[in-house]
């Protein structure tokens, strides 16, 4: 990317595909949430070194970038779940230098940094809401039951209390994938009306109720 090509991207301002950030954040994890929402949602740029209103400042000088490059690679790979590789470059721009990390949608339905998922919705990276991710799963897995080997309907579940369950969380994708919205939205359970949304994504067996 070079000094026209940055400049072109921030004249277009913060959206759907580009955040920026005046300095690297001091909480690692403001971060890390926006390249999980990239990679959940679309492919964005992350511009560190330019503040909310376009306004380019550069990074401080003697900036050590071999340790914002670690830093980086560390909370893609430990922080951030399933681990993402984003493409990092700094470039300079009027004088002062700019780190640029781009971050490519990902073939996962769902990213999660610190085990929270998050969407980009314009300006912001935000914690997924539950029915966003059955949502983003279904999407992403059209025919479960081929992998599963079979078809499964709602009378595969089986409640013994008949406003909320447990589930037992089975070993693939999808069950990790609504096992994360378990998980991550616990003030928002998951009620028997909800169960209709996903009695094509869950294999029999895979719910227990609540004792």
Known sequence: ??????KSLIRQGEG????????FPVQAWNLAKEIAAFATSNDGTIVIGVSDDGEIRGLPKGTD???????????????IDPPITPHIEFVIV????????TVKKGPSPIY???????LRHITASTRARASEIVDLVRRSTPKIDAVNGASYTQRDFEFGRQDYFNARIPDNLVGRQIGFWIAAVPDEPLSLGRVSQLTDIWPSGCLQSRS
């Open 65 to 79: 970038k071999a340790n914002l490059v670690s830093r980086i690679e560390g909370l893609c790979k430990e922080t």
């Open 94 to 101: 009027d004088k002062v230098e700019i780190l640029c990390i």
């Open 1 to 6: 990317m070079n000094d026209t090509d940055i």
């Open 16 to 23: 759907q595909r580009i955040e920026f950030k005046e300095s």
């Open 112 to 118: 999660l940094a610190n085990g929270i998922p998050y």
